[in-house]
Structure formats: C-alpha cells, structure tokens
C-alpha cells in the first residue's frame, strides 16, 4: 500500500513526516479534501481572519522536493 504524505503551505511549509498508507491515489484525494475541510473549519472561524491563501501537496515523500502527486489551492477572502 503507498504512502502518502500531506503538506501544508501558507507562507511556510508544514511537511507531513509520517504520512498515510492508503489504498490509491483516490483515497488521498478523498483525505485532502477531509483535511482541508478541517482546516477551513478552524481557521475561517477566526473574525480576524480577512484573508487566507493556502495549499494542501500530497506528495510521495516526507520531505520537499520528493514528486508532487496533486495540490489543492485555497484561497479565502472576507
């Protein structure tokens, strides 16, 4: 089963060192979209929040520079 890992950038990168085994690359896209729901439910609540532009990569590697298999790109305005 491959391993996935999710990294977040907003500016600065938070890398996913430990990953997720998951069946294929459908069930990563289906985990993006559920942690990118998660994060949208905690950062957008902030009122001070007025602007947000991040991204979720799932690549095949813990660190940068490993492939890039999809990024789902947020960009929120208030």
Do not use: C, N
Not at 57 to 65: A, R
């Amino acid at each position: 089963m491959p391993r996935y890992f999710f990294h977040i950038h907003d500016g600065h990168s938070v890398l996913d060192d430990v990953g997720l085994d998951l069946p294929d690359i459908s069930a990563a896209r289906t985990t993006a979209i559920e942690l990118s729901g998660e994060i949208l439910k905690h950062d957008v609540m902030d009122p001070l929040l007025h602007y947000i532009s991040w991204q979720v990569e799932v690549s095949d590697s813990p660190e940068l520079g490993g492939r890039s298999l999809f990024v789902l790109q947020f960009s929120v305005e208030g």
